[in-house]
């Protein structure tokens, strides 16, 4: 199965790898300001530009690989958990994906 985002503290929802905020994949940067969008494009700046982000990008390629990750954001807006999704499983082969 291709992993996907899910909506966290759903009911009937199980089986996903957290990445809400408190949590080390969490996104540090505040939305309510200026945007879901713009959080979420400071947060795949900051995994590629800092050196904590590539610590976090690093785990999430072998934590995060295969899992579907969960977020309380709205499932048809932009979210962090997209980015993750993306880096953890770039490389996915068909087999791992239907697995």
Not at 10 to 17: A, E, F
Request: net charge positive; proline share 5%; glycine share 10%.
């Amino acid at each position: 199965m291709i992993p996907k985002r899910v909506k966290a503290r759903t009911k009937g929802v199980k089986g996903y790898r957290s990445v809400m905020r408190s949590t080390k994949y969490g996104n540090p940067f505040p939305w309510k300001e200026h945007g879901k969008q713009w959080a979420v494009d400071q947060y795949r700046r900051w995994l590629v530009d800092t050196t904590e982000g590539q610590a976090i990008t690093k785990y999430a390629k072998t934590e995060l690989r295969g899992h579907d990750l969960g977020c309380t954001c709205p499932l048809d807006g932009p979210c962090h958990g997209d980015v993750l999704l993306i880096i953890a499983n770039e490389s996915l082969t068909k087999d791992e994906a239907t697995a």
